[in-house]
């Protein structure tokens, strides 16, 4: 597009363009196409291990302060460990304070209307910002920029963005950030079409303890509701060596605990057409590693194999919790969710797995409210979550999501039902974690220490093997170990624990 069309288009912001721009840099105007995202090709998947910053680009940030706020899942977490280590070899330096910084981020979530308004909400409050600053460079990127009509309503209103970056996007940020430097208009650059994965790309994780590591991108399941597999490209690993190698790394550096990432890791290298190799080779390979704990997030019950199942059940450092969404108990529900398996065949999975892994504690995500749900099919999801015994829930009153085919169907569920069903789900959920902590009382359990806890700076928290929170005084030197705790008191979401010790052998045998 040409600046005459631009112009045209209404997409030269309200300065005045400088009229020999082209001459500096090459264009950027790519606009997200949902419809495109949705295309699954044949195409082979790239691996790239070449990332650098080009030496055009070096010192780009030097006096200058980032602050990215993000929103969302521990993909988005991770994505903005990425971003940060980019920021920081051009020369920026990380602020916390967001009137300090030259060069402000959103990285966003769309899975939900209330979170992209949110998105919307926080853009309102950086206008002033801008207005005080008009060097300043407000940047949209994540899920919400891969979006069409979340581009077209920043384009139309809210002109203190000065670039739209997509989720495939993010090693392009020097590009992006050079174009946003020299350009008056707002740049846009969001590629729906992904299928590359780039190896090198720098990192600023969060912390010493705990890393994230992505193990695959995207996801092919396109259950109706969800707008993920839009918003991220297509299922595509990571090759094992890759991630072995980070692992170890992580290891050597004394992480403590590893979350392996992925929208439906269980899809793990399903992808791969010349090794066979799944989730549960890349398990029995990582636990062979020194490292004390490792778990996994997401988890899709219709990949969920046999061997992944034999392999946890090796434990170790291979962690008795899995975290496994359901999003209904009713199958003519999950028919239309497109989930791909039945409340019977769900049931069949976790009776398996609790045969294979006794210990196991299950957790999941659950939508209520979804398009025709009746009482009684709503009724068959608090009954599963009572036959499984799950011990927590991620709940939400059904979002529809532009562009995905449940938007296409009539949401005809009144607010005050989906309200009152969630709030049904709440109280069971609630009083089944409650019930689940009770037992914990008197007894020792494992917990690796994270820091000062929220509420109280002179007690430590930090999470068992099964992620429960755990309350107790210690010397402030425990934060990054694994360290005894008795527990005293049960609450419904944490335990408060006394002190101990420290695990001498913080790693489990083989
Ligand atoms: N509305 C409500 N919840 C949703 N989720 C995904 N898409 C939607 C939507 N459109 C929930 C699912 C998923 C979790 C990450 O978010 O439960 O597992
Ligand atoms: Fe969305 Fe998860 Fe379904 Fe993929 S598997 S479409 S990320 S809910």
Redesign the pocket.
Known sequence: MNEEQRLQAGLIKGKQADKDYSKYFEAVYTPPSLKEAKKRGKEEIEYHNDFQIEERFLGMGTNHKFHIRTFG?QMNEHDTEVIAGILTGLGYESTDNVKEANVILLNTCA??ENAENRVFGELGHLKPLKLENPDLLIGVCGCMSQEESVVNKILKTYDQVDMIFGTHNIHRIPNILHEAYMSKEMVIEVWSKEGDIIENLPKVRHGNIKAWVNIMYGCDKF?T????PYTRGKERSRRPEDIIQEVRHLAANGYKEIMLLGQNVNAYGKDFDDIEYRLGDLMDDLRKIDIPRIRFT?SHPRDFDDHLIQVLAKGGNLLDHIHL?V?SGSSDILKIMARKYSREQFLELVSKIKKAIPTVTLTT???VGFPNETDEQFEETLSLYKEVGFEMA?T??????EG?P?AKMIDNIPMEVKKERLQRLNELVNGMSAEAMKPYKGKTVKVLVEGESKRNPEVLAGYTEKNKLVNFRAPREMIGKIVNVKIIEAKTWSLDGEFIGVVEKEKVTL
Do not use: K, L
């Open positions: 899942c899975i939900r259950c509701y969800c707008i993920v997401t969404p999003q995500d659950i939508i991620y939400y009153i059904y979002s529809p999501r995905t449940a």
